[in-house]
């Protein structure tokens, strides 16, 4: 098994005052209208990561990469980056948390070649997976005993409402997201080490962009976080609205920090 224990999410680049931010995007692609943001040379990721300071790897979700992989995409960005992956759909859309250990192991493997740079894990659980305490709890122990780092889970069954107290004793954050899949999910729940924001878009979820009203919302409930680091992700990627998304809000949180300065 890779380097996996004991990993915290490492402060945004320039973040002096308050919670860090790990701001970015589900991916990494660059929208080319967005491409006089970062920087002109390298691969994609290296050019991300040169504006950006963290990325959540939905690919993972879909399909297994190499260890080789996480490796080379871990030694292409700067020590204070992370990554958060995506757990695969063979867990938590096929086999639906059960009798998943082969596949967590096989995963964990992997991934743990991204070493101090996997910041957290996600787990996105499909709407028919209601929660079943049994199969959950023992879920959450077999992932537990192989995994000490940040993980965020975003349920979209209502029954997991009744999961805040497993998910407070097991450390695992659950994801504030918007739109929200029920009610209570556009806070953040669960453990309280950490937030992540999971930003789909709306009215039209994965299309539509935020307006600028609720990006300076968003960027006040961040400041006002007393968590010790949040995780904010903009999944609204089918138009290339997330990089303008994020890029809008990193200039907030900045112009906070130079005031603050």
Same mark, same amino acid.
């Given at each position: ?5 004991n =990993?915290?999410?490492?402060?945004v ?10 701001l ?11 491409w ?9 990721l ?12 939905n ?64 787990v996105? =659980? ?42 407070? /004793? ?23 080490g ?30 006002? /976080? ?15 609205a ?20």
């Open positions: 098994m890779g380097p996996l224990h =990993l915290t999410a490492a402060p680049c320039g973040a002096k005052h308050g919670p860090s931010v790990l970015g995007t589900a991916g990494w692609s660059l929208p080319r209208d967005h006089p943001a970062f920087p002109a040379e390298g691969t994609h290296q050019r991300y990561a040169g504006r950006l300071p963290a990325v959540e790897i690919s993972s979700f879909y399909r297994p990469h190499r260890p080789a992989t996480y490796a080379k995409w871990a030694g292409s960005v700067p020590v204070g980056f992370r990554f958060c992956v995506k757990l695969p759909k063979q867990i938590t859309h096929e086999r639906r948390l059960i009798d998943c250990d082969d596949l967590l192991e096989q995963f964990l493997y992997a991934c743990g070649h991204l070493g101090e740079k996997l910041g957290c894990l996600l996105q =659980l499909p709407p028919s997976l209601d929660y079943e305490p049994k199969s959950a709890g023992a879920f959450i122990d077999s992932l537990r005993s192989r995994f000490k780092g940040p993980v965020a889970i975003e349920p979209r069954h209502p029954s997991w409402i009744a999961a805040e107290p497993l998910l407070r /004793q097991s450390e695992i954050a659950r994801v504030a997201a918007d739109p929200p899949p029920f009610e209570g999910t556009a806070e953040p729940g669960g453990w309280q950490f937030s992540y924001y999971r930003l789909h878009g709306s009215p039209r979820v994965y299309y539509s962009a935020y307006g600028e009203d609720w990006l300076d919302c968003l960027a006040e409930r961040l400041k006002a /976080q007393t968590r010790t680091s949040s995780w904010c992700i903009f999944d609204n990627t089918a138009s290339g997330a990089t303008a998304d994020a890029l809008a809000l990193q200039r907030r949180l900045d112009s906070t920090d130079h005031a603050n300065g």
